[in-house]
C-alpha cells in the first residue's frame, strides 16, 4: 500500500532537522493545502528556506516538488469522495468477502506500522491521568468508536463523558472543560463541520485533544495533540473502522494496565452497587 504524505511524515520527523521538522508542522496544520502552495509560500508559511521546504520533500521519498503536490493532490481528491462515487469505482468487488477481508488487514497492519510504541505509550498515560475529566465524541459513523471506548474507560476511572445528541448539547458542555480536560475526537472523510467548530473551541479553551482519524487527516489535526491516522479505505462504498476500533482496543488494554489498582477497586466497588 503507498503511504499517504502524513504517515510518511510521522514515520520520518524524529530523524529532520529542525527546519524540516518546523516544515513539517505546519503543513500537518493546514493539510494538505499548505502543500499545494507555491514552494515560497510554503517557506514563508513554515519560517524556513526555500531550499529547507526542497530538501524535506527529498526526505519524504519525492523527486521533486511537483511529484509532491502531485501526491497530495491525489490525496484530496480520495478525501473528497462520496460513498456514490465509490460505489462506481471499478476496482470494487461488489461485495466480495476475501478482498474485502484482505483489505480490512492491510488496513490493520499498515495503521500499527505507522504507530510508534511511544506514541501509544503517551496516549494512554494522559487518558490514565486523574487530574481531569475525559470527553468523547465521534461522527456520524464513528460515533459508536467513541461510545464504547467510553463505555470502557469509565468502568476504571471516573469522570469519563461520552457526549452525544445535538450539537446545541455538545456545545453547552464546553463551559465545564479546561487545561486539566481531555477530549478524544473520532472523524474520518468526508468530515464532520460541527465536530470540527467543536474541537476549534474546545482548543481555544486548552482542552487537549486526541484525534482519531483516517490517513488523510481531518482538518482537525490542527487543533490536536495526539493523531491517530488510521486505514479505512476498503474495496467498498463505504470506509471502514475496523483499523481504528482496533487501536481502540489496545489503547483501553493499556489504560487498564496503567490503572491497575485503582481500576480494579473500581471495578469490585461497581460490582458491589449491582
Not at 30 to 58: C, D, W
Not at 163 to 180: C, F, N, P, T, V
Not at 201 to 223: C, E, M, N, Y
Not at 243 to 269: C, M, N, P
Amino acid at each position: 500500500m503507498i503511504s499517504s504524505i502524513a504517515e510518511l511524515i510521522s514515520d520520518r520527523i524524529d530523524a529532520m532537522p529542525a527546519g524540516e521538522r518546523r516544515a513539517a508542522q505546519t503543513l500537518i496544520a493546514n493539510y494538505p493545502l499548505t502543500g499545494l502552495k507555491t514552494v515560497a509560500e510554503f517557506s514563508a508559511a513554515a519560517g524556513v528556506s526555500s531550499p529547507t521546504i526542497l530538501r524535506f520533500v527529498a526526505r519524504l521519498g519525492f523527486q521533486n516538488y511537483p511529484e509532491f503536490q502531485s501526491a497530495l493532490q491525489d490525496e484530496l481528491a480520495a478525501q473528497l469522495q462520496s460513498p456514490a462515487s465509490r460505489t462506481l469505482n471499478p476496482n470494487s468487488t461488489g461485495g466480495a468477502v476475501s478482498p474485502m477481508l484482505e483489505a480490512t488487514l492491510d488496513n490493520m497492519r499498515e495503521t500499527f506500522r505507522h504507530l510508534t510504541d511511544k506514541q501509544l505509550a503517551d496516549i494512554a498515560a494522559r487518558l490514565a491521568e486523574r487530574r481531569g475529566k475525559t470527553f468523547l465524541i465521534g461522527g456520524r459513523f464513528t460515533d459508536p468508536l467513541a461510545r464504547y471506548m467510553a463505555a470502557h474507560l469509565a468502568i476504571i476511572q471516573p469522570d469519563v463523558y461520552h457526549l452525544a445528541g445535538q450539537e446545541s448539547i455538545w456545545r453547552d458542555r464546553l463551559i465545564d472543560m479546561g487545561k486539566r480536560d481531555v477530549l478524544v475526537i473520532f472523524d474520518i472523510r468526508r468530515y464532520q463541520e460541527s465536530l470540527i467548530r467543536f474541537a476549534e473551541k474546545a482548543h481555544q479553551r486548552g482542552v487537549q485533544i486526541i484525534l482519531f482519524t483516517d490517513q488523510w487527516l481531518s482538518p482537525i489535526a490542527r487543533f490536536a495533540r495526539h493523531v491517530i491516522a488510521g486505514r479505512t479505505a476498503v474495496p467498498s462504498a463505504w470506509d471502514s473502522s475496523a483499523a481504528l476500533f482496533v487501536v481502540v482496543e489496545t489503547l483501553i488494554g493499556a489504560v487498564t494496565s496503567q490503572l491497575e489498582a485503582a481500576g480494579a477497586k473500581r471495578i469490585r466497588d461497581l460490582e458491589s452497587l449491582r
